[in-house]
């Protein structure tokens, strides 16, 4: 036999062999499961599918009960740091009501007693009212910052004006940081980033408390808070938030953003602050380190994508807050 009918002899067994047909000349047959097996085999199946499905319902339940909690736990976070400054925003709102109290009856005194006005006395009354209603502009803008910090909803992702929200923190923290140290902030001209203003908000202000509460009181020209927020590579603002207080050990430093981890003394720290500054900056694509070390202070650094499309640069405004 040629090599030729020998190569077609071994293609067609082989085809054959595939096809099912014949192996040494004996007639091949599929294997066919037994006529009952097919249907247990299905209802497995079926079964199983029913299981995974409620398993995927009951995983998609306890995920939506996460996030919900997550939510609680923010806010909560939230109140404590409103309920830490609430003290120190009692005092700012006294201040400008006093003298508008004060300005209002010596405008009432001399519109009553007096029936025509000099030149002078006419001057006087309107700067007593420009003062009060200086004043007043004063407490609108105070009750503004406390209803942006302690809104509980979520209205989006951005973008924000991170300069706003940056400036807004150090206002409602200067309570805790007038006697401790000096505070500098540098947020100017910076793009809006992509995050809530709430949240941000929550974030720089545990950053601003924490920082004032490293510092011991009485020593105000030796000490210095400074916050600085600059355009960095890549689409990203950073955001350092530097103290002169006691800093931190390196056992701890490892731990500072767990939850519920705290060295502050019972009933002054709950150990939330710093884990939820670190879950509301990764939420949002960025991210929060520290650098630290006893006795030399900290520097605790914020980054954040700015806001794709909308990264135009905000007008420049003036830094209104003072030590």
């Known amino acids: 036999m040629s090599a030729v009918a020998q190569r077609r002899g071994t293609l067609r067994r082989a085809f054959d ?8 000349g004996v007639r091949l047959r599929a294997h066919r499961p037994p006529a009952g ?28 009960q996460l996030r919900a909690t997550q939510a609680q736990l923010l806010f909560a976070d939230r109140l404590i740091a409103l309920g830490r400054i609430a003290a120190g925003v009692g005092h700012e709102i006294n201040n400008p009501l006093a003298f508008i109290l004060s300005n209002l009856e010596y405008i009432h005194q001399e519109l009553q007693q007096k029936e025509h006005l000099s030149e002078q006395e006419r001057q006087e009354v309107l700067e007593a009212l420009a003062e009060t209603r200086d004043g007043a502009e004063r407490i609108r803008l105070i009750v503004r910052d406390l209803q942006t ?17 940056v400036r807004t923190a150090a ?33 720089f202000l545990n950053l601003l408390l924490n920082a004032a509460q490293s510092i011991v009181p009485g020593a105000v020209e030796k000490n210095e808070v400074h916050i600085v927020a600059r355009e960095a590579k890549s689409g990203r603002v950073a955001v350092e938030v530097r103290d002169t207080g006691c800093g931190i050990s390196p056992e701890h430093r490892e731990r500072i953003f767990d939850p519920f981890f705290t060295t502050k003394p019972l009933g002054v720290g709950t150990g939330l602050g710093l884990a939820v500054c670190h879950g ?27 806001a794709g499309a909308f990264a135009q640069a905000p007008r420049s405004q003036p830094a209104d807050v003072a030590a």
């Open 17 to 24: 062999l595939l096809q099912g047909n014949t192996l040494g």
């Open 37 to 64: 097996e097919a249907e247990r085999l299905e209802e497995t199946v079926r079964e199983r599918t029913a299981a995974l499905e409620a398993a995927n319902i009951k995983l998609s339940r306890s995920l939506e």
């Open 149 to 165: 910090l302690s809104r509980a909803e979520d209205v989006g992702t951005g973008p924000s004006d991170l300069a706003s929200v």
């Open 171 to 203: 206002k409602m923290a200067m309570h805790e940081l007038r006697h401790r140290a000096r505070l500098v902030v540098e947020c100017e001209g910076l793009p809006p980033v992509q995050g809530n203003g709430a949240r941000l908000g929550q974030v």
């Open 280 to 306: 509301i900056v990764t939420s949002l694509g960025g991210t929060l380190t520290v650098e630290s070390a006893p006795e030399r202070g900290s520097i605790f650094r914020v980054t954040l994508p700015v």
